[in-house]
């Protein structure tokens, strides 16, 4: 059995926000606190799939760089068959 270790936060939220944050409860049958949980944990993923996204293109850039530099000097020693 997993034990969970909770920190207690007392945070306020607009009226709009609370509302959404309480329906959301509601309607998947969990605490609210579980709601906001999930939310930042979604978060985390976008935030962790944009650094991927960015990282993917700087290696794709860096790649194509280096082909665009390399490619007169292959040209030049692969023969012309």
Do not use: N
């Not at 579980?34 to 790649?63: C, F, K, N, P, W």
């Amino acid at each position: 059995m997993m034990c969970h270790v909770t920190e207690r936060f007392t945070i306020s939220l607009p009226d709009e926000l609370a509302g959404d944050v309480r329906r959301r409860a509601r309607k998947a049958k969990r605490p609210v606190s579980h709601v906001i949980a999930d939310a930042l944990r979604a978060q985390e993923t976008a935030d962790l799939r944009e650094r991927m996204r960015e990282g993917y293109r700087t290696v794709a850039d860096e790649s194509r760089a280096f082909s665009e530099a390399a490619l007169p000097i292959a040209m030049e020693t692969w023969p012309e068959d």
